[in-house]
């Protein structure tokens, strides 16, 4: 049995969460998400609580248990206050900016990028070198935030690059002058 999947998911005021057919739908204040169901799994609402029960005690059933308790976990979190990640850019002259629902990067290369976030995402640039990516679905809201990193890896020499805030970038040391050398 997965420890994880039997932690009680408590549900706030104004969340509602339905299950049927395979499907669990998670409504709030925020928006709706949807997720399918694959396995031995049942979902059950009772008051302001979830609970995720493994059917039968075989191991896929087993993997999926804490699996779908994380994720609903989630969707019902990402309803109620939903989810953010941060990004910062580091490099000389390198900067973000918005311009209407498109974020212009420029990062080093001789073109500015064009960056559009996919439908149920927000994007923000609160200063020139940070990025704010925000939404209700933890995902999806990860993968975009993956996708802008992945424009421009931070290098180990410099740390030049895009990287999530508080990110530690590991230094290289540089390439030594020579000197003594005979």
């Known amino acids: 049995m997965s420890r994880i999947g039997k932690k009680v998911i408590a549900v706030p005021a104004g969340v509602t969460v339905d299950f049927a057919e395979g499907v669990v739908t998670v409504k709030g204040p925020k928006g709706q998400l949807t997720r399918e169901i694959k396995g031995n ?4 609402h009772e008051g302001a609580e979830v609970h995720v029960l493994a059917l039968d005690d075989t191991k896929d059933t087993n993997a999926r248990h804490g699996l779908y308790r994380a994720l609903i976990a989630d969707m019902v979190k990402g309803v109620s206050e939903g989810f953010t990640r941060s990004l910062e850019i580091k490099g000389v002259g ?3 900016q918005m311009q209407g629902t498109k974020l212009v990067l420029n990062v080093g290369f001789s073109h500015p990028v064009d960056f559009v976030a996919p439908e149920g995402i927000k994007l923000e640039c609160p200063t020139a070198t940070e990025i704010a990516v925000s939404g209700i679905d933890k995902v999806l809201v990860g ?6 990193r992945a424009i421009r890896i931070p290098e180990p020499y410099h740390g030049y690059g895009i990287r999530y805030k508080g990110e530690h970038v590991e230094h290289k040391e540089g390439k030594t002058s020579g ?3 005979k």
Not at 41 to 44: T, Y
Not at 143 to 148: I, R, T, Y
């Open 41 to 44: 799994i049942d979902v059950k």
């Open 94 to 96: 390198w900067k973000g």
């Open 143 to 148: 993968q975009v935030a993956a996708d802008l």
């Open 179 to 181: 000197k003594g050398k």
